[in-house]
């Protein structure tokens, strides 16, 4: 089964706006064992629409197209996808039905022209899922002699991902000609390299590509996600979902026995989302206190919806003296062992938090007082106990702020899960 | 003239990494007037791409590759490009040396294995602006009886935008027949909206379609960058760089008398860095209090090389306690007029700083002590005066934030601007 993605709209192309739809689409389908041999960014122009869904039928059995679907005339893709098929639009009344009772719900009323957005090609189907008010469309038909089908999709990210994951996928794989169920977990890790995740897993990798696949089918990838760690995607193919479920959790436990402590959650969780978890299960407050970070982590903690039930407040101590005249450091060099190990007392003690992490270093571009840039001291205060390390990085200034943001939380973190053991 | 893209790499399919070369590049190609109708994405299979290529080399007069420049079996650009050549690949023993110079430039010796990013296709030429190890190629050919150029840069961001800036846009307009420069720049506004925007310049944007193309001419385009505000690029084309300069000078006065102190910067300049620089002109030192926005202005303010000029430091005090121990304000509602203007002046007394922004509201996506989500009040404080705003949102915990950080920064760059006249 091969589907192509074509991102429509003349933005794209300009670079107004970043296609991000089609690396999305992409992952999913490689996550159930569909190819995307090709994925094309195209302009709202009809013949050019037309040509490219054309191409991709030649080349693929399936097509997914995202955007387009507005009620304004420069949303055309209804009328490429009609075009393409050789039939004409029809205006589905009980979808216009429908869309005027979801602008009812959100107490508007709908204007005239989204009318428009209920014109399905003759032969096609409005998608059954529809999180906003643009339907989509699924359109399954004879192309050459051969069977195609062609989706599309609003190209608002949230609304596309509901139609792929409610619908779309599940479509393509029983339209592949499997009845199996496939589903995905992913591992967050934090602290190991590409290959080095690839030598730990390496015989893992191998007894799962020698098992017999009549018991269903498990495997591993690996998905770099920048300053945000490595993800290890666990994917499970099944006669059913109980049978997914069991492939997955069997999986996700002889992972965690090889890599043991460098995976940090799951899925949709995040190193910030995990320690403030950790925090209120214990019943414990975090304050922090930054000077090379400043103010990155708390951020990110208070980026988290109810973040509030943990998270106390920051110093940020960028100027030296503000790290003894708030936070009570005695003087002395300010990118040292003593002045972090200062600096995480000080937080938990100016702040009233039960627990706190801080940072203190030189992100370059430059050197700092004869310490060169990328130097790095990060510490953790739990229960009164105050640990420290020193980092060295050779890279630029927002990765060298980042990881050591997320670095110090990791180091919270696992002090945080030997507390509770 | 028209340019395909074509982005090369099965991780970009895949969706491990998001392709936005192509974007960037469009743009750029868009601000030079010359057309891009069709960019695709494309793995490492030498016979998929080079269909791609000569598929885009019947549809267009140009196209570019990034990515697949590497030294290692997956990047077979080089050898796709031959292809559609019909030519060898010859190894170029001048290219040879430049990158063994470039790897001794760095200390180290270079791998055996990276000869091979020495083979160009006979007749083809390296780009010459190379800045990292792998060289560009620039290939001009007939192809079906029409002159065509190809040309492969690599997929590393940095070394693509150099090699696009220094080499590919002037050859490409050359190309075109064309000897006018081009040239554009980028006011950075915030504070209106994209049709607000388009209603005030709407009679300048019909006095430039008026005008004469033989004086050279300019053109404007309005990009929205999300939480970043909207920007308004000037173009300019004219016979030589200093009419460029001149028209590109003369439209941006224009520009800033009709929408006046929205503008707050200028191509590269952010919001931050311009506060920042304010600061630093008129010797004055900035701190922040933040609730709300729970750190995000400091990070912005420090992820700046050289805020420490200016920077003192943030209290981020979420708790509502900390308002009153940490920033001295009295106790009372912490989401309130009497609260951020206590907080603004407490971060200049608490950091020993001149200047100061303070924020505290509700992010959502719950109410807080009946205060509705968006709620958010915002103060400034300069020369030890202090002036606040009440503002409402109705979008996301993080636009919220982000929104809230800008805003404020807009209030002190007004302030500062006054205070300096």
Redesign the interface.
């Given at each position: 089964m091969r589907c192509e993605v074509v991102a429509v709209g003349s933005e794209?192309?300009?670079?107004?706006?970043?296609?991000?739809n089609?690396?999305?689409?992409?992952?999913?389908l490689?996550a159930v064992g569909i190819d995307?041999?090709?994925?094309?960014?195209?302009?709202d122009?009809l013949d050019?629409m037309v040509s490219?869904i054309r191409?991709a039928l030649e080349r693929s059995d399936a097509v997914i197209c995202t955007g387009g679907l507005g009620p304004t005339q420069d949303d055309i893709t209804r009328d490429a996808i009609a075009e393409v098929m050789g039939v004409p639009l029809l205006l589905d009344e009980t979808l216009v039905d429908k869309i005027e009772s979801m602008w009812g719900l959100r107490g508007r009323q709908m204007p005239e022209i989204n009318r428009l957005q209920a014109r399905i090609p003759e032969g096609a189907d409005a998608i059954p899922v529809q999180p906003g008010t643009a339907p989509g469309i699924v359109a399954a038909f004879e192309y050459e002699g051969e069977p195609k089908v062609v989706y599309a999709v609003p190209g608002v990210p949230w609304e596309m991902q509901e139609m792929m994951t409610g619908f779309i996928l599940p479509d393509l794989v029983a339209r592949s000609g499997s009845s199996d169920v496939i589903a995905s977990r992913t591992l967050r890790t934090w602290g190991q390299s590409e290959s080095g995740l690839a030598e730990l897993l390496a015989d893992e990798i191998d007894r799962l590509d020698a098992a017999e696949p009549s018991e269903g089918s498990v495997t591993l990838a690996f998905?770099?996600s920048g300053i945000e760690g490595l993800k290890v995607r666990i994917t499970a193919k099944a006669p059913d979902a109980a049978a997914v479920a069991a492939l997955l959790d069997d999986e996700e436990q002889r992972v965690r026995s090889i890599i043991g402590p460098i995976v940090f959650g799951l899925d949709d969780q995040n190193m910030e989302s995990v320690v403030l978890e950790l925090c209120a299960e214990q019943g414990l407050?975090i304050g922090?206190a930054?000077s090379l970070?400043?103010?990155?982590?708390?951020?990110r903690?208070?980026?988290t919806?109810g973040?509030?039930r943990a998270?106390?407040?920051?110093?940020?101590?960028?100027?030296t003296?503000?790290k003894t005249?708030?936070l009570g450091a005695p003087e002395g060099p300010s990118v040292s062992e003593e002045m972090v190990e200062a600096m995480a007392l000080g937080a938990c003690k100016?702040?009233?938090a039960d627990v706190s992490v801080a940072t203190t270093g030189v992100a370059?571009?430059d050197g700092w007082e004869g310490v060169p840039p990328g130097t790095v001291w990060i510490a953790t205060c739990v229960d009164g106990v105050v640990e420290s390390q020193l980092l060295r990085f050779r890279t630029d200034?927002?990765r060298t702020?980042q990881y050591t943001a997320i670095t110090v939380l990791d180091a919270l973190r696992r002090r945080l899960i030997d507390r509770a053991t």
């Open positions: 794209l192309l300009l670079g107004q706006i970043n296609d991000t089609s690396s999305w689409i992409g992952s999913e490689a995307s041999h090709y994925q094309t960014k195209v302009g122009n050019r490219v191409l998905l770099a407050t922090t930054e970070t400043g103010g990155l982590i708390a951020e903690l208070t980026n919806p973040s509030s998270f106390r407040g920051s110093v940020i101590s960028y100027a003296d503000i005249s708030v100016t702040l009233d370059g571009p200034r927002m702020r």
